[in-house]
């Protein structure tokens, strides 16, 4: 698309998480497509996210984004099928419980009830586009705490 900048942001604080809760709003993914490398103590999510900061109305556009997160301890999931990984979640929101400073747990709600919880050592987050973007089959909708997006 015309003009398009791919988004690359760091979270290093809570401040800065709510920024990236933002730009990941109503992104879906495949559980397939979310790894956890214990050895490495890092987490990474591949999805499409919903790209809420392009102008125009309509239909909007998606793009492939990946999310790496950094100095995890443990990864716990509620309400999601570990073994399904054609299983497709929407990503609601992302928030920070501070623990033990700086470390805490980063908490990952998706529509359905679905959870991920990573306990980190700190806060150390990357995320950064990595596709041109392309149209979206619809805008996600709010009408309680589900989305209903394609």
């Known amino acids: 698309m015309a003009g398009f900048k791919p988004l690359r942001l760091l979270a290093q604080s809570p401040e800065d998480l ?5 730009a990941l709003q109503d992104a879906v993914g495949l559980l397939g497509d979310f790894l956890y490398e214990s050895g490495a103590r ?4 591949a999805l499409n996210r919903y790209r809420w900061e392009a102008p125009g109305r309509g239909r909007g556009e ?11 301890l443990t990864a716990r999931t509620k309400r999601l099928k570990q073994n399904a990984e054609d299983a497709v979640v929407s990503l609601l929101s992302m928030a920070f419980e501070p623990g033990e400073a700086p470390g805490g747990m980063l908490v990952f709600t998706f529509s359905g009830g679905g959870e991920l919880r990573l306990e980190v050592e700190c806060m150390d987050m990357v ?8 149209r979206a089959a619809g805008r996600p909708e ?9």
Not at 62 to 70: E, H, M, P, S
Not at 142 to 150: F, G
Request: aromatic residues 6%; glycine residues 6%.
């Open 18 to 22: 709510e920024v990236l809760s933002a």
């Open 142 to 150: 709010h009408d309680t705490s589900e989305t209903s997006d394609s």
């Open 127 to 134: 995320l950064a586009d990595t596709s041109q973007p392309w």
């Open 62 to 72: 998606r793009v492939r984004a990946a999310l790496q997160i950094g100095g995890v």
């Open 42 to 45: 890092r987490f990474t999510l």
